[in-house]
């Protein structure tokens, strides 16, 4: 694995969700942000799923579903080989909540309200404690330390939440037919060279390769239409070479295939 801490926020705070997502992409080598949820049972989901290194948690969860503390109690009760780093972030100042959330197995708690709270501040404790959160990449038992081993599914699984990440990020629509295909098409190209790789997704979803390579083509299009210049400017760096000026489906899928390297 990369030493880039993996990071999952649960937030339901629109305005926190821009500001942390803006300072983990403004600190691309110490950070990856795997996904966002509003859901507590999505964010337990995303842990048994994906791994993160690290959880941002807002406690109160008021405009999500269930709150940070049955996040906590249920992380707690599956006893995973691995936990993550949890820094809580709260407008809840009492310290009886706080001494649950520690006991649940909270790492850090920040409140809100502090003169110094910012997204950066937030970052900021994580990267101060990278050495201690990457440690949790090595379990012990009985005998001793021993490394910590994705198994495929896991690792499968963990690459494919960052390709989505990617691509939703760029401002590709997961709602878009073609998202889905691009996702397995960069999935595949980064397992091994695949001269038709529409092809071969086509066989599996019975499809013809025409309508794959359409589908993805039209998602793509769609992007660079709607998205905002500065962030296709500033997340895809490729040269276009296409004269419609916008990446071809073996442009992107290539390009994407290379910036996400298996780990």
Known sequence: MENKLEILLVEDDEQDCI?????????????????????SERAFEHVQDSQPDAVILD????????????????????????TPYILITTNNISPYTHEIA??????FIMTKSQENYSANHVLELLKATKSIILNRRSVKNKDGVISFEETPTVKANRIKKRIETELITLGVNPKDVGFEHLVEAITLIMKEPVTRVCGVIG????????????AMQNAIDRTWKTADTKVL???????????????????????????IKPN
């Open 59 to 82: 406690l109160e969860l008021h405009h999500g579903v269930g709150d940070g503390i049955d996040f906590l109690r249920k992380l707690k009760a599956a006893n995973l080989p691995r």
């Open 102 to 107: 520690r006991n649940y197995g909270a790492d």
């Open 203 to 214: 066989k599996n979803h019975n499809k013809t390769e025409s309508s794959v390579e359409r």
């Open 233 to 259: 400017e500033t997340h895809y760096t490729a040269i276009i070479r296409s004269d419609r000026g916008t990446p071809t489906v073996t442009e992107f899928i290539h390009y994407y295939a290379r910036v």
């Open 19 to 39: 500001e942390i997502t803006n300072a983990v992409n403004n600190n691309p080598d110490d950070f990856i942000l795997i996904a966002v949820t509003n859901n």
